[in-house]
């Protein structure tokens, strides 16, 4: 299998020894340009080469505080570059983006705003072209920073004697933001999220508990789930379909859809489901049947931590969850997670959605 080229071009030193880069480098040839010269790393478009620019905007605006106006004048410039370049090859571009902000507390206050205006400018720039062309990516490294500490991933030792501006940390999370970005253009993606039903849309095995058992509401564990269920409902909007593999009595699950008022989800929202005693792993495996989609577009979530090993072992194609057992964190970890991210989001993803939902129905007729 042919390694892909990437290119990793900066207004700074990056050390490309450093090890953050392993990731990048183990299933790719790698090289890095020199520092500063990211101008004609854009201008010298090659076949089979993916650019990856990381930008630090003091790099470019220097030391001395700049207008709005000035610094707009210093990125339009980078913004003509980059066009020409989505113009002459369909590789990929990902921009890693740093607006570093230095001023204390007291000074922000009394700041006019102008690098915030400049970045939101720059950013609504990148996403109009982001709509023309479908291999440009742009990453607000900053955010990322933020995650885990922006004093952490930035390093002044670094910057004075090698002019490279992040810590070890900081490289890794532009390496790992890179390798997010590349494996999510390249891989088969996910379609369809698998769900449990008792202690994963809800606290309580509903059968037992009843309908006003179950823990489902507006505070403790019970708002976790119905946090849970809304980012759910969010994965839905992105294009991707909800199938049910529970072991349970159908009607006991339709009944909670319907009468318990703090389910988000509803019957409607589920496009396949198996609601039955046999093993899950069957299950899922007559579900792509009726969607017409293969194994490894599914992914399975579910609670009981035999029901994974189960599905791991039967279906090694389908991608299981290994949720924690803290529901609490459920609902930022699924939010979170690259199997449902989507960088763009097309109206072809949503009829494609539609059309499986459909699908599935007439299979459904066909077989009563």
């Not at 950013?123 to 072209?129: A, G, P, Q, R, S």
Request: proline residues 2%; contains cysteine; glycine residues 4%.
């Amino acid at each position: 299998m042919n390694k892909n080229k990437i290119l990793i071009g900066s207004t700074s030193y990056l050390v490309p020894s450093n090890p953050s880069w392993d990731i990048l480098e183990k299933n790719n040839k790698l090289s890095f340009g020199e520092y500063g010269d990211w101008a004609n790393n854009l201008l010298n478009t090659k076949n089979n080469e993916i650019l990856v620019l990381v930008i630090f905007f003091e790099d470019l605006f220097g030391v001395k505080k700049q207008t709005y106006r000035k610094m707009q004048s210093i990125l339009k410039p980078l913004l003509v570059l980059v066009e020409e370049r989505l113009q002459n090859t369909g590789e990929p571009l990902i921009l890693c983006l740093s607006f570093k902000d230095d001023e204390n507390l007291l000074n922000r206050l009394s700041s006019i705003g102008d690098l915030n205006e400049i970045k939101h400018w720059l950013f609504k720039k990148l996403e109009t072209l982001s709509s023309e062309f479908s291999n440009l990516f742009a990453i607000d490294l900053y955010k990322e920073f933020a995650k885990k500490g922006t004093q952490e991933c930035f390093d002044s030792r670094n910057w004075y004697y090698a002019h490279c501006h992040l810590s070890t940390l900081g490289l890794k999370i532009v390496s790992d933001s890179v390798y997010k970005v590349l494996n999510n253009f390249y891989s088969q993606p996910k379609k369809v999220l698998v769900l449990d039903c008792d202690n994963t849309l809800w606290n309580g095995v509903v059968g037992e508990d009843g309908i006003k058992g179950v823990g489902l509401g507006t505070d403790g564990i019970g708002l976790a789930f119905m946090n849970f269920q809304q980012e759910i409902k969010n994965i839905m909007a992105k294009g991707f379909i909800l199938a049910i593999a529970s072991k349970n009595n159908e009607q006991d699950v339709w009944d909670m859809f319907a009468k318990h008022d703090s389910m988000i989800l509803k019957k409607s929202d589920i496009v396949s489901w198996r609601i039955n005693w046999q093993e899950k792993s069957i299950n899922i495996r007559e579900m792509a049947s009726e969607l017409g989609l293969a194994l490894n577009s599914f992914v399975f979530w579910d609670d009981n931590p035999i029901e994974r090993d189960k599905m791991t072992i039967q279906n090694p194609d389908v991608e299981v969850v290994d949720a924690p057992k803290n529901v609490l964190e459920w609902p930022a970890l699924i939010k979170d997670m690259d199997y449902f991210s989507k960088s763009k989001i097309t109206s072809e993803d949503i009829k494609k959605s539609n059309q499986y939902k459909s699908r599935a129905m007439f299979q459904r007729d066909a077989s009563s």
